[in-house]
């Protein structure tokens, strides 16, 4: 039980003055005076009151005169008022004047839901995301089952109703996550992030292992569009694949800080509007830079991390059967892509398999045949290089995970980008 003390203001009562012989006055006013005259309590708290009396004794209430309880202590007191709304009054008397009286009065109000966000301060790159979580207390009395509202302060990322961050460019911002009382008011909760930019080590650190197996590729269903029949058997060895599609940021790390290509500016969006061609110029130039043997994903890679290798659930989309779970369309993007890593991740913990911007591949673009295939890479030459994923200008359908179509390599697209194999 908490107390609630508040400063003494003393009330100024009218009062008699008696007249004393030749050498002085002595005062026998009498007045009577608590402290605080008003106060608001939470239901299941109490209030210190202090009274001060002059010239008079005082004369307390009965515990059955008043509503609530409270115990003496000297000039003081701890009431107890009821765990009930209202405003109740606590009355001393003055002994000497029983005219003379004082009242407090208490008004017990619903305690305030509560929040907080955790974690309270984090620190991440740009291109990276950051789950936010809340605990709640919400009294008796507040509205129930709210879900939280989630916004930012500052320009150093963005954040969804369901508490993910994605950091878009350096800087410190605070997320916030607000409940409302039953006055309409925000309560909020808040953490602080800081975010600075990424190197090109990071890339490395945002690669997925994916366990090599056998898997039926291309669709075995009754919906099927002709392009992806018919289904037949792929086994593959281990790789590592993006877990987010390639940025704006990383790309111009690689090819400049003044080449950017995409129509939709943002570091933390995903690049598009390169070409096939382009993009192996990128590799090239990152390869140089780190060392390392990056690449595009086969179509037989890109399609089996999709279903979420051999973790995978059987889905539609790339991590669920319902594509606004996990991916940007049509009915759901607002016509315009969004930063990476925004929706739900795939078994395997790969993004934006299933819609934002669709994706390059590496092979040359075939009808499939019915045989199995070991490591399959496409046939050795083409008109058209394979494009899969979907993105946030098309409907559902392009979303799913066997869905396939192509491009010419030097061909490019404002809703066209990829991700990194090794």
């Not at 009286?101 to 017990?108: L, W």
């Amino acid at each position: 039980m908490k107390t609630v003390v508040i400063a003494t203001i003393v009330l100024s009562l009218p009062f008699l003055t008696a007249c004393g012989n030749e050498s002085g006055t002595n005062d026998t006013t009498v007045s009577i005076a608590i402290s605080p005259t008003s106060s608001n309590v939470e239901i299941g708290n109490s209030v210190e009151l202090t009274v001060t009396a002059r010239n008079t004794a005082i004369i307390w209430p009965d515990q059955g005169d008043i509503d609530g309880s409270f115990t003496i202590n000297g000039n003081r007191v701890i009431y107890v008022p009821p765990s009930i709304p209202g405003t109740y009054r606590f009355t001393v008397t003055a002994e000497a004047d029983t005219s003379s009286t004082v009242t407090a009065r208490i008004t017990v109000v619903y305690a305030a839901p509560q929040i907080t966000v955790a974690p309270a301060t984090a620190e991440t790159r740009i291109g990276r995301t950051i789950q936010f979580t809340t605990t709640t207390m919400i009294p008796i009395g507040q509205p129930q089952h709210q879900d939280p509202e989630w916004d930012i302060v500052g320009a150093c990322g963005e954040v969804n109703q369901n508490g993910l961050f994605s950091a878009t460019r350096s800087g410190i911002c605070t997320v916030r996550a607000a409940l409302r009382d039953n006055n309409n008011r925000r309560i909020t909760g808040t953490a602080i992030v800081t975010v600075t930019p990424p190197t090109l080590d990071d890339i490395m650190s945002d690669m997925v292992q994916v366990r090599g197996g056998t898997f039926t590729m291309g669709c075995s269903g009754s919906d099927c569009s002709h392009t992806a029949l018919p289904a037949h058997s792929v086994t593959l060895d281990d790789f590592y694949i993006g877990r987010y599609q390639v940025t704006q940021f990383v790309w111009k790390q690689v090819m400049g800080a003044w080449d950017n290509p995409s129509r939709r500016p943002g570091d933390n969006l995903p690049v598009e509007n390169v070409s096939w061609d382009e993009i192996q110029t990128f590799i090239e130039r990152l390869n140089e830079m780190t060392g390392r043997n990056y690449r595009l994903p086969t179509e037989a890679e890109w399609e089996y991390a999709a279903r979420g290798g051999n973790q995978s659930g059987g889905y539609m989309y790339s991590g669920s059967d319902t594509p606004d779970d996990v991916g940007w369309y049509i009915d759901n993007s607002d016509g315009r892509i969004h930063p990476v890593g925004m929706k739900k991740a795939n078994e395997l913990g790969i993004h934006d398999m299933s819609g934002n911007v669709d994706e390059w591949v590496n092979d040359w673009y075939a009808p499939y045949s019915g045989d199995p295939r070991n490591n399959p890479t496409g046939p050795e030459s083409g008109s058209n290089r394979v494009v899969r994923g979907g993105s946030a200008v098309r409907d559902a359908e392009a979303a799913r995970v066997f869905s396939r179509g192509g491009y010419g390599p030097s061909l490019y697209n404002p809703n066209l980008g990829f991700r990194l194999a090794r």
